[in-house]
């Protein structure tokens, strides 16, 4: 075997196992999700504590990692620099969780951004972990 195609068998080795680590990280989100969607309907459960431990917000910030992690799913699927496309969209995700000024004047508004800059910071945390242990 030669050195260009040990060296292509490597990075196409390496690419799945970006797009495995990618699956996984959807996987969770989604799992977190749903354990908070479960504990949000517990019998004992009331609504004072449903406000008091955020469970919609708990639950909409893992919707929203879990379409970060679909895009880069798809991304990495179109992609022929797995590598380059990782980052890429890590980076997209912290220029997202970047604040860019004042309210908009509306709460539901205000908080639903506040939620996607929230997710956009977490998945580009999570991503650049999930990236350092597939190296």
């Excluded at 030669?2 to 996987?27: C, I, N, P, Q």
């Excluded at 379409?67 to 990495?76: F, K, S």
């Excluded at 997710?119 to 999570?126: D, G, H, L, P, S």
């Amino acid at each position: 075997m030669s050195r260009t195609d040990r060296a292509e068998r490597d990075r196409k080795y390496f690419d799945e196992r970006l797009k495995v680590a990618a699956e996984a990280g959807r996987k969770d989100a989604r799992r977190y999700a749903s354990d908070w969607w479960d504990r949000l309907h517990s019998d004992e459960l009331t609504a004072e504590n449903v406000r008091m431990e955020g469970f919609f917000e708990h639950i909409t910030g893992y919707q929203y990692q879990v379409e970060l992690w679909t895009e880069l799913i798809e991304a990495l699927s179109v992609s022929w620099d797995a590598v380059a496309t990782w980052h890429e969209q890590v980076a997209k995700a912290e220029r997202n969780a970047t604040p860019t000024g004042g309210g908009m004047g509306n709460p539901v508004a205000d908080a639903r951004r506040y939620l996607w800059r929230d997710a956009n910071e977490k998945f580009a945390q999570y991503a650049a972990d999930r990236f350092r242990r597939v190296r």
